[in-house]
């Protein structure tokens, strides 16, 4: 129990550290600044060191901590819903961030300075959390700290299945976001956190459901196992693929591609009255004299 009071500790500074830097961050730096780069950094730190907390409570908590399974997706649920709560609109997902380019709801400079924030803030969380694990606080830290060079692989399955299950995951994921997109954050939040809790209990046995390439770039592929090309094809490639479908599927089209939809046919705003014309007055008179 100590090891786990130790790791929720962890999620808790982290969030209120990450949660100080976006509102100094708010405070100081123009709005466009904090929008495109300050705040996406900090959620995407954030972002990545809860998961790699999660994930040493996957790999030893059973032993060192005595967190099951079903304790496992509720800290992982609580954590995306606190995620959903603070993000401030933020995404910490380059997947996400190209689809509000393909959307034409992004530029192009605010969408590379988005893509850039996502990389400095996982690193970022990656480095902290090393720092964190190396007090060695619990057992679980400890046996984190001595792993840490020698991490296994979260690919536990063939590379073409592995990016079919990462793009499926994605598919569902950026639907959801389409679908929600301007609905209000408290009911957003939940569903978010459901689907991504979802998404894990049957996807993370193969690949750990990351559908985030810069979450999984900074969590696993530094381990042993597969070679960076396959990595990429995996968990890049197949959240890419599964966000384009789900553009295609919600929208018909890619906005920022082409104006017209390619799978819906379009209704008319207008329609043709049915049945026959009434007879004017003008027709009548001119029958009685013909």
Not at 94 to 122: M, R, Y
Not at 155 to 177: D, I, K, N, R, Y
Not at 218 to 242: I, N
Request: proline letters at 4%.
């Amino acid at each position: 129990m100590a090891g786990l009071n130790v790791s929720l500790s962890f999620f808790v500074a982290t969030c209120a550290l990450c949660e100080t830097a976006r509102r100094v961050s708010k405070a100081l730096l123009p709005t466009g600044a904090y929008t495109s780069f300050a705040r996406e950094v900090a959620g995407a730190a954030q972002l990545a060191a809860c998961c790699l907390e999660i994930r040493a409570l996957e790999e030893f908590g059973p032993w060192a901590a005595g967190v099951g399974p079903d304790l496992l997706l509720t800290l992982l649920f609580l954590v995306f819903l606190v995620h959903g709560a603070t993000f401030d609109g933020a995404s910490g997902n380059p997947a996400v961030a190209l689809q509000e380019f393909l959307l034409a709801e992004a530029t192009l400079p605010s969408t590379l300075l988005k893509l850039v924030a996502h990389v400095l803030g996982s690193q970022a969380a990656g480095a902290m959390t090393q720092c964190c694990w190396a007090w060695e606080l619990s057992d679980l830290h400890l046996l984190q700290s001595l792993m840490a060079t020698h991490c296994s692989s979260t690919l536990h399955t063939s590379v073409a299945f592995g990016a079919f299950v990462e793009g499926t995951c994605a598919f569902f994921f950026h639907l959801t976001l389409l679908h929600l997109r301007h609905s209000l954050s408290i009911h957003r939040a939940p569903a978010v956190a459901l689907l991504v809790t979802i998404a894990a209990y049957t996807a993370g046995p193969y690949t750990s459901a990351f559908f985030n390439p810069a979450l999984a770039a900074s969590v696993t592929f530094h381990c042993s196992g597969h070679s960076f090309l396959e990595y990429a094809q995996v968990y890049w490639l197949g959240p890419l693929a599964g966000m384009v479908l789900a553009i295609l599927l919600h929208q018909g089209h890619l906005p920022r591609l082409f104006r017209r939809n390619l799978l819906y046919r379009q209704k008319s705003k207008y329609r043709s009255p049915k049945g026959k014309l009434a007879t004017g007055p003008v027709d009548t008179l001119e029958a009685a004299q013909g």
